[in-house]
């Protein structure tokens, strides 16, 4: 047992949807299970074998890490495919460079990741992945993806958050397998060669390496498989990797999303509708799209003097109010707006008889959520209240799903709107 083992539960967890992936040179295993508290989480498990023995570590991305560590790892990929790679003519002193050409971080209440994009002395490129419980503590895990393996890797995580996200095409009365395509180079080892085929497997089973040819992406791979099968040269081998990374860039290329197929649909009804329990419904919806991932609603609580909602970033918190009145805040919402910097100014909120938020070092402000313009209202003390629209909020959205924004920018477009 690895010692990140040690820090969960051996008892046995509903598994929904399992797949593999095999590369030249690591082995991946993919699990999403149901937790003892009904979430749902992703395992990794990433195996080399050395000397006759298999070897390697587990992620564990819980339900409510999922989409940022999709968004950061999407947006290393696509830097990794935009840089110009030269053939290197320095050997570095160790086998990972130190420098990375790219960082990025993000934490949550169980998990702090941190990702890299560096370049090997080969010129290729490979993204690190280290989850840690809190700055300080050690490693819980260390994953390097290699740039052959970006494709594969990230189609299963897409495939399985796809799954977390629309619960309706689970089918958790038994588990379903994910079929997904070896990578472009074949592995080069002996069908007898024996690989675990379950992460919790003690007595592995052999697997065939072969791949039929209705799982690969294109017909150039189709034909090209055919004449592979007949010969074991390297340069088959090579030629079939090259052509299934055109084929790969050309059909990027060619189903480029527009804005609408990233608009989901209640943004229409966000803008226009005059019905305000379903715009503050709506307005909590944005603002997880957005990856807030710490928003409370108070959909259940009216009381006089209460806020719609509060959310909290690292940097960040604001108890908000959702209004679809166009003018006069300032004077409409004064005792609101007085009430709401008060309970800021404690330091802590208290979001249910079990629930206690604390941000005594966080940058505080009350932001009115209207469907008209974004401005600045007024300053309370040290807390800035601002009239945000919800339209300035879906250009963020846009911004941040199509476009290189790390976590500390982001806030800081939090912070600085308008």
């Keep these: 047992m690895s010692t990140s083992e040690l820090n969960y539960s051996n008892e046995p967890r509903e598994c929904l949807q399992t797949a593999r992936y095999f590369s030249s040179?690591?082995?991946?295993?993919?699990?999403?299970?149901?937790?003892?508290?009904?979430?749902?989480?992703?395992?990794?498990?990433?195996?080399?074998?050395?000397?006759?023995?298999?070897?390697?570590?587990?992620?564990?991305?819980?339900?409510?890490?999922?989409s940022e560590f999709q968004r950061?790892?999407?947006?290393?990929?696509?830097?990794?495919?935009?840089?110009?790679?030269?053939?290197?003519?320095?050997?570095?002193?160790?086998?990972?460079?130190?420098?990375?050409?790219y960082k990025d971080r993000y934490f949550t209440s169980s998990h702090h990741y941190f990702f890299e994009l560096k370049q090997a002395k080969t010129a290729n490129y490979y993204i690190?992945?280290?989850?840690?419980?809190?700055?300080?503590?050690?490693?819980?895990?260390?994953?390097?993806?290699?740039?052959?393996?970006?494709?594969?890797?990230k189609q299963i995580i897409d495939q399985l958050i796809a799954s977390v996200i629309n619960d309706n095409g689970l089918q958790t009365t038994a588990s379903q397998q994910l079929t997904i395509p070896t990578a472009g180079v074949t592995p080069l080892l002996d069908t007898s060669?024996?690989?675990?085929?379950?992460?919790?497997?003690?007595?592995?089973?052999?697997?065939?390496?072969?791949?039929?040819?209705r799982l690969v992406p294109s017909q150039i791979f189709k034909s090209i498989?055919?004449?592979l099968r007949r010969t074991s040269s390297q340069q088959h081998i090579d030629l079939i990797a090259a052509s299934v990374r055109h084929d790969n860039q050309q059909r990027q290329v060619s189903t480029l999303p527009s804005q609408l197929d990233l608009t989901p649909p209640f943004f229409e009804h966000l803008l226009t509708t005059h019905n305000w329990q379903q715009f503050e419904q709506y307005t909590t919806y944005l603002l997880k799209l957005l990856g807030i991932?710490?928003?409370?609603?108070?959909?259940?609580?009216?009381q006089a003097g209460k806020a719609d909602g509060f959310f909290k970033t690292q940097t960040l918190v604001v108890l908000y109010d959702c209004t679809l009145r166009a003018d006069h805040i300032e004077s409409d919402k004064r005792d609101q707006i007085n009430n709401y910097c008060s309970q800021l100014k404690q330091g802590a909120i208290e979001l249910s008889p079990h629930i206690k938020e604390e941000f005594f070092h966080h940058q505080?402000?009350?932001?009115?959520?209207?469907?008209?313009?974004?401005?600045?209202?007024?300053?309370?003390?040290?807390?800035?209240?601002?009239?945000?629209?919800?339209?300035?909020?879906?250009?963020?959205?846009?911004?941040?799903?199509?476009?290189y924004m790390t976590v500390t920018e982001f806030e800081e477009k939090l912070r600085n709107l308008p």
Excluded at 128 to 142: A, N
Excluded at 293 to 302: H, T
Excluded at 382 to 388: C, G, L, R, W
Aim: charged share 20%; hydrophobic share 40%.
């Design 25 to 66: 040179s690591q082995y991946y295993f993919f699990e999403l299970k149901r937790a003892k508290n009904g979430s749902k989480y992703i395992i990794v498990d990433q195996r080399r074998r050395r000397d006759g023995e298999f070897s390697g570590v587990k992620l564990r991305i819980f339900e409510n890490e999922l």
């Design 72 to 101: 950061i790892l999407t947006q290393l990929i696509k830097l990794a495919k935009q840089q110009d790679v030269a053939p290197v003519t320095t050997i570095a002193p160790a086998e990972y460079p130190p420098e990375a050409i």
């Design 128 to 153: 690190v992945i280290e989850q840690t419980k809190k700055p300080g503590y050690d490693s819980l895990c260390k994953l390097r993806i290699f740039d052959d393996e970006f494709s594969g890797v």
């Design 193 to 213: 060669v024996l690989i675990p085929n379950s992460i919790n497997n003690a007595n592995p089973l052999p697997i065939a390496l072969s791949i039929s040819p």
């Design 225 to 227: 498989w055919q004449r």
């Design 293 to 302: 991932l710490v928003v409370y609603p108070f959909f259940a609580e009216r």
């Design 364 to 403: 505080q402000q009350v932001w009115i959520i209207t469907q008209h313009d974004t401005q600045y209202v007024k300053m309370v003390n040290t807390i800035n209240v601002k009239a945000v629209s919800v339209a300035t909020l879906q250009a963020l959205y846009y911004q941040r799903l199509t476009g």
